[in-house]
């Protein structure tokens, strides 16, 4: 075998453990919490020595980071065309009484809550780091693309009632109303007697959060 050879099959082992460590970090970061977790446990999962994790990695906070950085990553890749396909329809000043407003919404909120529900590890970490958090984020740690998503769905709306509404309030409100249940699935939900993770919850909350911003968005 050609040292060519050789040097690409190393290169693809070395991509692979890479990508097993992750996703093991994934699932341990999820289950315990980055103080709950070692390298040892999450290189036994990945079937992997501790060793090539921080070889790869530097340390578990290195980890960690590449953790985060690729939900992020995943997040943006499944929103970003969510995000185009709900504003590809709207133009400024429609008319908020026909259906182009409540298409866009049930594309935005449908898009972010499909992700959600398939990535709960992106659910359960985000809500870990959020108390583990030591520090003040100083870049995004939100869609880019569903911000935009969501401004561009309220410049369309031409003197809503009330008072204007403010486009950063609107984007927590929206994510706030898709990530708390399903952030909450083992404790209110739970007591609720409801899983929030089964389909019919989510069809169920999709439409009401839909009902909800139209509700809000639409003229009296």
Same mark, same amino acid.
Request: charge should be negative; aromatic fraction near 8%.
């Given at each position: 075998?050609?040292?060519?050879? /050789? ?22 970061? %999820? ?17 992997? =020595? ?17 953790? #985060?950085?690729?939900?992020?990553? @995943? ?11 709900? !504003? ?11 259906? %182009?407003?409540? @298409?866009?919404?049930?594309?935005? #909120? ?27 984020? /100083?870049?995004?740690?939100? =869609? ?6 969501? =401004?561009?769905?309220?410049? /369309? ?29 083992? !404790? ?6 409801? =899983?929030?993770?089964?389909? @019919? ?10 009902? #909800? ?8």
């Amino acid at each position: 075998m050609s040292g060519k050879a /050789t040097g690409s099959r190393r290169r693809r082992d070395s991509a692979r453990s890479r990508e097993a460590i992750l996703d093991a970090a994934e699932t341990v970061f %999820a289950r315990d919490g980055f103080d709950g977790s070692s390298l040892i446990a999450i290189g036994e999962l990945a079937g992997v =020595s501790p060793t090539l994790a921080a070889y790869f990695f530097g340390d578990k906070r290195g980890l960690y980071d590449a953790v #985060v950085e690729r939900l992020f990553a @995943d997040r943006d890749r499944a929103l970003d065309p969510v995000c185009a396909a709900a !504003t590809e329809g709207l133009e400024p000043a429609e008319d908020r009484n026909g259906d %182009a407003l409540r @298409d866009a919404l049930e594309t935005l #909120v449908g898009g972010y809550l499909d992700f959600l529900r398939a990535r709960p590890a992106f659910v359960q970490i985000m809500a870990r780091d959020a108390l583990d958090h030591g520090r003040r984020a /100083t870049t995004p740690r939100h =869609s880019l693309a569903f911000q935009r998503g969501v =401004s561009e769905v309220l410049q /369309t709306l031409s003197g809503p009632p009330g008072p204007a509404l403010d486009p950063e309030h609107l984007l927590l409100t929206t994510v706030a109303l898709c990530f708390f249940p399903l952030e909450h699935d083992a !404790t209110m939900l739970a007591g609720l007697g409801y =899983s929030a993770f089964d389909d @019919d919850f989510i069809d169920a909350r999709k439409r009401h959060v839909v009902d #909800v911003l139209e509700r809000v968005l639409r003229p009296v």
